[in-house]
């Protein structure tokens, strides 16, 4: 709707989850309902702020600041206008108050998501105001090196899972003398695993962020050259990331001659082949070189020959878009966030039987338990909650006598649990751990490459393995044969794969085997046993 000096500004998100709970159809119903009358609006169509359980989340601009209603449907418009929502007004149930109140937002700490929600995704002016593109400046007065420390006295590790420092991984791209001098810098962006949406949430809601710190990372290991590897099923996503990269290029923060700094760094998005294994770095090389997406054997690592069988930055996006706030503020305003090892913040993603799913932005160090009952509500089905599967499909099932170990990186793996991509899916009391641990074998099946054996077969047999488990629950002598035979499978699994996939597949058969025997009619003393703490 056009708009003049004296408009009110609604904003409306415009990202996938916001699209698929109806935000179009509130956008139409406003305009339609306005028509007839002399109020002038400016629609704003935003990102997420990653309350996804009050989306569409309508957000009206007032002398006091946003006033939020939450979830709003296209039948509520006529009411909410009536009561006063151009306004601020709070007379109508949904009327949730200032945004920035609501206890979900305002308790936690963001830095990467600082933007979620508060600027036009596509507006350089809007990201500009909001401190966009000041670690873009900074960078452009650094050198190659002192980017890289930057970076290395954040403690940023990567976001997609591995947790690999990506200052030492820039330093390692920084110092390779290719025979080329072609570098590369690629952007994991196949989020697949189960209940994430942060790379979405990122790509959709601020995508300038992540443009920036890609062309940062180019300007530090010397690479003129990206690509963002993004996941097909976010079509969504595709058209703001080109519409965003066409406005820095007119903008001049991206393509020739940056901000006339004479350096260059160029940026496209290609569409990922569908596959989960092409979230792996060297699969995601291979099928962005047209290749199938079949996992590389390592050494050389990507770092000194990747795309092309050049040195070749792979980084998640998160890691990525960490980049702005480090190089604008510094690394150790990142660093001063988190604990141990495990520094800045991580984005943590509610999903699964939960009442409030959404993005959760936090120091690394809150608890389990806090994120699923102060944060999520509890379960969705209202029933207890039991199991809480985190890292994704590959990560281990906790049980509640685990939910208050610290999230960070070091206690959760001394615990034989992941913290991935900060994936976290809940289950209530009615979940089936049997059929979960199957269904983390079954996953691995369907989604292998096939490349090596202890995956592509290890897997299937696994499959075959437990549903004879589960089928035998009166004969204990085969059903103890099968419970030696599967942790062999998983041993071989570990040991013998060649990437992770195949490598962390045991991860949530044995966490199901160790912490719910029940549901495998096991005693305590049999789970323990075909479960012995090599295998976590």
């Known amino acids: 709707m056009a708009s003049n000096t004296n408009s009110t500004k609604v904003y409306i998100p415009r990202d996938t989850t916001a699209v698929s709970l109806g935000a179009n159809e509130v956008v139409d119903a406003l305009i339609q309902q306005l028509s007839t009358n002399s109020e002038s609006i400016e629609i704003v169509r935003n990102g997420s702020r990653g309350l996804f359980w009050l989306e569409p989340l309508l957000e009206v601009e007032t002398a006091e600041g946003r006033i939020a209603y939450g979830p709003v449907s296209a039948e509520d418009i006529p009411a909410l206008l ?7 007004q709070s007379e109508h149930p949904l009327c949730l108050g200032p945004t920035d109140e609501i ?34 400046k900074r960078a452009l007065g650094l050198s190659a090196q002192q980017i890289v420390d930057e970076v290395k006295a954040s403690g940023l590790r990567g976001r997609g899972g591995a947790a690999f420092p990506t200052g030492i ?22 989020e697949g695993d189960s209940g994430t949406f942060a790379d979405r949430l ?10 920036e710190g890609m062309t940062i990372a180019g300007l530090a290991v010397g690479a003129s050259q990206g690509y963002i590897y993004l996941r097909s099923e976010y079509p969504l996503a595709k058209q703001i990331l080109d519409a965003a990269i066409d406005s820095a290029v007119t903008a001049g923060y991206l393509g020739d001659d940056i901000q006339g700094s004479g350096r260059d760094f160029h940026l496209e998005v290609r569409l990922g082949a569908g596959a989960y294994i092409c979230g792996e770095e060297t699969s995601l090389l291979e ?33 990525l878009a960490a980049i702005p706030f480090i190089l604008a503020r510094g690394g150790q305003a990142y660093a001063d966030y988190g604990m141990g090892r495990s520094r800045g913040t991580q984005a943590f993603q509610l999903a699964g039987n939960i009442e409030r799913g959404g993005l959760v932005e936090l120091a ?26 985190v890292g ?54 369907v989604e292998s490459c096939g490349k090596c054996t202890p995956c592509r077969i290890g897997s299937t047999r696994g499959v075959e393995v437990i549903d004879r488990i589960i089928a035998d629950a009166s004969d204990h002598k085969s059903r103890e044969a099968n419970l030696e035979l599967l942790d062999e499978l998983c041993e071989t699994m570990e040991d013998g794969s060649l990437c992770a996939m195949g490598g962390m597949t045991p991860n949530p058969v044995r966490s199901a085997l160790r ?22």
């Open 392 to 445: 994704g499909p590959l990560g281990a099932y906790l049980p509640e006598s685990q939910w208050d170990l610290p999230l960070d990186y070091e206690t959760f793996s001394e615990a034989g649990a992941v913290l991935g991509h900060g994936g976290i899916v809940a289950f209530d009391d009615t979940v089936d751990m049997a059929q979960q641990a199957r269904f983390g074998m079954e996953f691995c099946v």
């Open 515 to 536: 912490h719910f025997p029940e549901d495998f009619a096991l005693s305590t003393t049999s789970a323990s046993t075909a479960t012995p703490s090599t295998g976590e």
């Open 287 to 319: 099928s962005l070189e047209g290749k199938r997406g079949l996992v590389r054997a390592k050494p050389p690592l990507p770092a000194l020959e990747g795309l092309f069988g050049q040195p070749t930055v792979v980084n998640n996006v998160l890691s």
């Open 82 to 88: 009536e009561a006063g929502m151009l306004q601020g």
């Open 364 to 389: 690394f160090g809150a608890s389990l338990r806090q994120l699923l009952q102060e944060y999520g509500g509890g379960s969705a089905s209202g029933r207890a909650l039991r199991a809480v599967q």
């Open 169 to 190: 991984k820039w330093q390692t791209v920084l110092d390779a003398a290719p025979a080329k001098p072609q570098k590369y810098i690629v952007c994991n962006a196949d």
């Open 202 to 211: 990122v790509m959709e809601a601020d995508p300038m962020m992540l443009i």
């Open 103 to 136: 206890p979900y937002l305002k308790n936690q700490q963001r830095l990467t998501f600082a933007r979620a929600g508060l600027i036009d995704p596509l507006s350089i002016d809007d990201y500009r105001a909001h401190e966009g593109f000041d670690g873009l």
